[in-house]
């Protein structure tokens, strides 16, 4: 069965710092994976996604995401933190038919 | 500028009433998506259309209701059958069959019981 898991469901950290949020995922055949984020009371925003290539994904926003295949992850990080970024984070997944699986979200808090 | 437009922001239902959900969208986009949003749960799929007048049940289909008559429209129907409606719902839309493309999503509507 195809499943993603997003095994914190807060992440605190301090602005300036790094930050990660993890994501795993448990599928067949090749993954295509996705981040998206989520303000108060909004659908979700596109971050980034892995299709192909490179396992260092960048972007929007500073934020970058790596593919880990043998551990089946899709962390998403960022070097230096912004209180801004305080928001509910999705990790998603597809196989086929544009059917997606997400993640039940990590809030990020980032303190002053 | 290209989007999903989800209406009414905020919508009530009576014990025993059905509601409609609106969601439209101009990204001439083929397959469009309605999940519910629970706290602690992530979204689930309740219904998704990928062609006009094609639809199929997701995860949690039992007490909705859609229709898939215009590209560009798909409104989800909550039906008294479904007795713990209150969620945040959640239009998307995407370019059908193509794994690379994200989904794009409205902001969602909030519906309580009165």
């Known amino acids: 069965a195809q499943s993603v898991a997003q095994p914190e469901d807060q992440v605190n950290v301090a602005e300036g710092n790094p930050l990660t949020v993890k994501c795993t995922y448990s599928?067949?055949?090749?993954?295509?994976l996705f981040w998206y984020v989520q303000y108060p009371n909004r659908g979700l925003q596109f971050l980034l996604k892995y299709i192909t290539g490179d396992n260092l994904v960048k972007g929007s926003y500073g934020f970058e995401a790596e593919f880990n295949k043998s551990q089946t992850s899709f962390h998403l990080k960022k070097p230096s933190a912004l209180v801004s970024d305080s928001a509910l984070y999705f990790c998603?997944?597809?196989?086929?038919?544009?059917?997606?699986?997400f993640g039940s979200g990590t809030k990020l808090n980032v303190k002053p | 500028d290209g989007g999903i437009t989800q209406s009414p922001k905020y919508l009530f239902r009576k014990e025993g009433q059905n509601v409609t959900l609106s969601c439209e969208q101009n990204l001439n986009h083929d397959a469009m998506y309605w999940y519910r949003q629970d706290p602690g749960q992530g979204l689930r799929l309740i219904y998704y259309?990928?062609?006009?007048?094609?639809?199929q049940k997701g995860d949690i289909a039992e007490g909705y209701s859609v229709s898939r008559e215009k590209k560009e429209s798909f409104p989800l129907t909550v039906t008294s059958a479904q007795k713990n409606p209150t969620a945040f719902y959640l239009c998307?839309?995407?370019?059908?069959?193509?794994?690379?493309?994200?989904?794009?999503f409205g902001d969602g509507t909030r519906l309580s019981i009165l």
């Open positions: 998307a839309s995407s370019v059908r069959d193509n794994r690379n493309q994200p989904q794009h």
């Open positions: 998603a997944v597809t196989y086929n038919f544009n059917k997606f699986y």
């Open positions: 599928v067949s055949g090749n993954p295509y």
């Open positions: 259309s990928q062609i006009v007048n094609d639809f």
